[in-house]
């Protein structure tokens, strides 16, 4: 069981460049999260979904846009990449019909760095 | 607006020791409380949670208790190991508002 995996680990973008962070679970989990780690910072919410063709705005959404066209899948887009885009990026999966109590289970990230 | 802080750090103490991490919240609604652990290298786990006032969670030695008085979820263990070396970051969630403290880096030494 891979539970949520996250690719790629590492990444260099120049400003202006565009990449996809990939994300995908195997646990059937309906609802699923994308987070930003700052250096020194907690994890800010960047976009959720709470199922396949559903997404919504987190936290943090500018600059980032998100697709969900499956149940497994959920990737991040970076269409104009800046400086401020510098973090690590968590993706995370919950199941459970009550958004106050599941629980998340998160991949191993993606350090991304925007020179 | 939701907020959590935490208390800064890092935190070293000598194996044994008894550990107190402090967190305290801002919810405009009836949170649920979380504690998650960061290992170097890997995505956060869920350490114990709590869903209401008075709740007390508690996993591998670990606890904490929901104060709704206090606005507090303060993480506990009465004798650490090396092994609990991490980043513990405590969490709450507010329906699909979810936030995270800055974290605090826990070192235990032998």
């Known amino acids: 069981n891979a539970g949520v995996t996250q690719t790629p680990k590492f990444r260099i973008l120049k400003i202006g460049q565009s990449m996809t962070l990939q994300c995908t679970q195997d646990?059937?989990?309906?609802?699923m999260y994308w987070y930003r780690q700052d250096p020194g910072m907690g994890l800010k919410l960047i976009y959720y979904?709470?199922?396949?063709?559903?997404?919504d705005k987190g936290e943090v959404p500018n600059g980032y846009n998100v697709s969900r066209s499956t149940t497994e899948d959920f990737p991040l887009r970076l269409e104009l990449a800046a400086p401020s885009q510098t973090s690590v990026y968590f993706c995370?999966?919950?199941?459970?019909?009550?958004?106050?109590?599941?629980?998340?289970?998160f991949g191993p990230g993606t350090r991304l760095t925007v020179l | 607006g939701n907020s959590v802080t935490q208390m800064e750090g890092p935190v070293t103490l000598s194996e044994e020791a008894f550990l107190t991490i402090n967190c305290t919240y801002t919810a405009t609604g009836y949170p649920s409380l979380f504690w998650y652990v960061q290992y170097p290298g890997e995505g956060l786990q869920l350490l114990l949670k709590a869903t209401k006032a008075d709740d007390k969670g508690s996993n591998k030695g670990f606890e904490a208790t929901y104060r709704k008085e206090t606005t507090s979820f303060h993480l506990e263990k009465g004798s650490v190991q090396v092994s609990d070396s991490a980043v513990y970051f405590c969490?709450?969630?507010?329906?699909?508002?979810?936030?995270f403290g800055a974290g605090t880096r826990l070192t235990v030494k032998p």
């Open positions: 969490a709450l969630r507010d329906n699909n508002d979810m936030r």
């Open positions: 646990m059937n989990h309906n609802y």
């Open positions: 995370a999966s919950s199941y459970g019909t009550s958004l106050s109590t599941d629980t998340q289970y």
């Open positions: 979904s709470v199922g396949a063709g559903i997404t």
